[in-house]
């Protein structure tokens, strides 16, 4: 008898330990992960020094709360985050977790406008589909009508406008455009800022625009006033073979980036959202305080795992491995989509990979509950950890799988990793189980 509250009723392993890209369980079985968990052990796990980093830091100064202290370490990391980033200007902003850096963000962009003399912007804009978050108002941001329908009630639809996804196959400067025809029909002095995932995490596996569209929106944004949020919890630090993903389309700057996950790569909990100069003023100079705060916000245990995480990141060059194994990865999939043709889409941006599974012959996506689980499920059994989605078509229809193991995996483990999947996906298709 366990006291755990689980997130389902499925049985889950007790994992015991963690080394490099493999996990194991008190049953001594070894699982390669092939999604770091959720997108986040950047990484791999059982670093040694990231965790001398945190008792360090634990034995020197564990904790000063926001209001009353900056930490040296805060200062130090922010610093070299933004720098990072290539925002060296930019202010950092930490908290705990994805949720609460895009629910920062959204407060942030309404506070600014206020400030700045625009009272009326409070809406903001997302896609359909999207997630930024489990807390009522990122949840609330979020285009993923299974996550949400059963807390609408709560929210409030107007203050939430949304966008359709971008088609991968259309000019992507034209297909910006519809966000223009959105913010026409809202009234623009209405909108606080628009928010979207550069490359789509877990409501549409690894979905990107085309090129120009991101330029296209950064255009659109500053004709109508709008702020354009970068929600990176999942694809920025590395993870789509560049810092920020977003800057893959021209170098586009957005004006707040939200950051999460593979920040301290799942040694503590931390995420937060980069601002510009511009915003940090506005706020400091006028009201003299952001209307916001969490009391674990900045904690420099996990301040200290965010730097130690970064060094690895920067001297192990994991930015440039995530596009080396991530064209690998891809190359793989593909042979394997060309063995399965109910691997309907494959596809990416360095290693945070996606494959979309239907009916080959009517061209359709499986509906949910369907074969990503049965997929799970059959590649948990024979050792490799997968990330399962669903719902990119309509809430319910739209079976997805998500790939993206540490940015630290090896050749050979992406070779492993792809033979276990293969594997799995004959069992799952075949219903031999
Ligand atoms: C793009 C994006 N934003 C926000 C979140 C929320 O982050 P968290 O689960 O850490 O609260 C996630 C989590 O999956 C995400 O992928």
């Not at 809202?186 to 596996?205: H, I, K, L, Q």
């Not at 560049?242 to 799942?266: C, F, M, N, R, T």
């Amino acid at each position: 008898m366990s006291n755990v509250f689980y997130r389902s009723s499925k049985p889950y392993p007790v994992a015991v330990r963690g080394e490099g890209v493999y996990l194991y369980d008190s049953a001594g079985k070894r699982y390669l992960d092939g999604s770091s968990g959720a997108l986040v052990a950047n990484i791999g796990h059982g670093r040694r020094e990231v965790g001398e980093a945190m008792a360090a830091q634990a034995a020197r100064l564990p904790f000063v709360h926001g209001s009353q202290f900056s930490s040296d370490i805060l200062e130090e990391y922010a610093a070299r985050l933004a720098q990072f980033c290539g925002m060296p200007e930019a202010r950092f902003w930490a908290v705990s977790g994805g949720s609460e850096a895009t629910e920062s963000a959204i407060k942030l962009a309404r506070q600014y406008q206020k400030e700045r003399g625009e009272g009326g912007r409070y809406k903001i804009v997302t896609r359909v589909p999207s997630y930024h978050g489990a807390s009522l108002g990122s949840l609330a941001a979020s285009g993923m009508g299974a996550r949400r329908e059963l807390y609408t009630p709560l929210m409030r639809p107007e203050a939430w406008p949304k966008l359709p996804k971008p088609d991968a196959n259309r000019d992507g400067a034209e297909d910006a455009e519809q966000l223009r025809a959105l913010l026409e029909r809202e009234g623009p002095d209405t909108v606080a800022a628009f928010m979207a995932e550069p490359v789509v995490g877990a409501s549409d596996a690894a979905l990107a625009p085309a090129d120009g569209y991101y330029q296209r929106i950064r255009q659109i944004c500053d004709e109508y006033g709008v702020l354009f949020i970068a929600d990176e919890v999942m694809c920025g630090m590395g993870r789509c073979g560049s810092a920020l993903a977003v800057s893959q389309w021209g170098g586009v700057q957005p004006d707040i980036v939200v950051l999460g996950k593979g920040l301290a790569a799942g040694y503590a909990p931390l995420a937060g959202v980069l601002v510009t100069r511009q915003i940090y003023d506005t706020l400091m100079d006028g009201s003299g305080a952001f209307m916001h705060g969490f009391t674990y916000a900045g904690h420099p245990v996990s301040v200290a795992a965010g730097l130690s995480v970064l060094d690895i990141v920067e001297r192990e060059g994991l930015v440039q491995a995530a596009q080396e194994r991530g064209t690998q990865l891809l190359q793989g999939l593909r042979e394997l989509q060309a063995q399965f043709p109910q691997m309907l889409t494959v596809r990416g941006t360095g290693l945070l990979l996606g494959v979309v599974l239907g009916d080959p012959v009517t061209g359709q996506s499986f509906q949910t509950p369907g074969m990503a689980a049965r997929v799970g499920t059959e590649a948990m059994r024979r050792g490799l950890v997968t990330y399962p989605g669903s719902g990119a078509d309509d809430g319910k229809r739209g079976d997805h799988l998500l790939l993206g193991p540490p940015l630290s995996i090896t050749g050979e483990e992406v070779e492993e990793l792809l033979a276990v999947l293969g594997e799995a996906l004959g069992a799952a298709f075949s219903g031999q189980t």
